[in-house]
């Protein structure tokens, strides 16, 4: 249990912010159930438990957990200002070690977040607290394909190398950074049978708002901390000069600029044979 917020909060809650017509639509397409229980975990900052409380009705319940308390406190706040008729609790808890009985949700929801934990042991917890007829909805990324720009085409080629051989020297793999890789294989050895994915792409064009400037600062700062160094002395300054928001010729600048991200949505259900046997 901790206080801290982890490094990526800024760069993730500029994410929300600058998508949130997008991932507000997207989470009131998932299979909300009506007068059920839904688990938001890890919570993070409550930005997916407050669109969730605010879809559930009458009858229904919802749980937030994280670990970090700072997180937690954000989490209160922003559902004290939320109207919704759900019974709510945001509680301290463990993604590899919850607190629940087996089958008690009817909709478990994790959302960009196994970057940070175990996938194996998390989705096994997670099987563990998901009704034989309930739902694991879990929103991720391949940092690979996350975030697409009009990068000149000598670094954009460079660009997935240096990613790469940055994940590999962060963290000992190379597919760390892309947890959609493994997600389909690791559902299944978990337990779900049937696992659908869904692909949203959000897209914004130059002039670029506030909110999306915004966002790539961040993501500009990310990939200068993690992928800069790995690239070519010559190319580091095509980087430089790209991700310079007073450069005439920058990708916040041309007036052509148009910014694409990928997520990925996936919908598991438990496995039939054990859905038959309930």
């Given at each position: ?189 978990s337990g779900f049978d049937s696992v659908r994915r869904d692909t949203y792409t959000l897209e914004r064009t130059a002039p670029f708002d506030p909110l999306t400037r915004t966002f790539l600062t961040r993501h500009f700062a990310y990939l200068r901390s993690l992928v800069r160094p790995q690239l070519p002395d010559d190319l580091q300054a095509v980087f430089d000069t790209m991700t310079d928001p007073d450069a005439a010729d920058s990708l916040f ?26």
């Amino acid at each position: 249990m901790t206080d801290a917020t982890p490094n990526y909060d800024i760069y993730q809650s500029s994410f929300h912010e600058a998508f949130r017509s997008e991932l507000e639509r997207l989470v009131d397409d998932l299979p909300t159930p009506h007068g059920g229980t839904v688990l938001d975990v890890p919570c993070g900052s409550g930005f997916y438990t407050r669109r969730l409380a605010q879809r559930l009705g009458a009858h229904s319940s919802l749980i937030a957990v994280d670990t970090c308390e700072t997180y937690l406190n954000q989490t209160r706040e922003l559902l004290g200002q939320t109207r919704s008729q759900a019974t709510i609790q945001v509680r301290q808890a463990n993604a590899y070690q919850l607190p629940d009985p087996d089958a008690t949700f009817d909709l478990v929801w994790c959302a960009q977040s196994l970057i940070s934990l175990d996938p194996v042991r998390t989705i096994r917890e997670l099987r563990r607290v998901t009704k034989p007829d309930g739902v694991l909805a879990i929103l991720e990324v391949d940092e690979y394909h996350h975030v697409l720009l009009g990068w000149p085409a000598e670094l954009e080629a460079h660009l997935p190398l240096a990613l790469h051989a940055a994940s590999v020297q962060r963290y000992g793999d190379a597919v760390k950074l892309a947890p959609t890789r493994r997600l389909r294989r690791i559902l299944k050895q978990s337990g779900f049978d049937s696992v659908r994915r869904d692909t949203y792409t959000l897209e914004r064009t130059a002039p670029f708002d506030p909110l999306t400037r915004t966002f790539l600062t961040r993501h500009f700062a990310y990939l200068r901390s993690l992928v800069r160094p790995q690239l070519p002395d010559d190319l580091q300054a095509v980087f430089d000069t790209m991700t310079d928001p007073d450069a005439a010729d920058s990708l916040f600048n041309l007036p052509d600029s148009e910014l694409v991200c990928i997520i990925a949505l996936y919908l598991a259900r438990p496995s039939l044979a054990e859905v038959r046997s309930c």
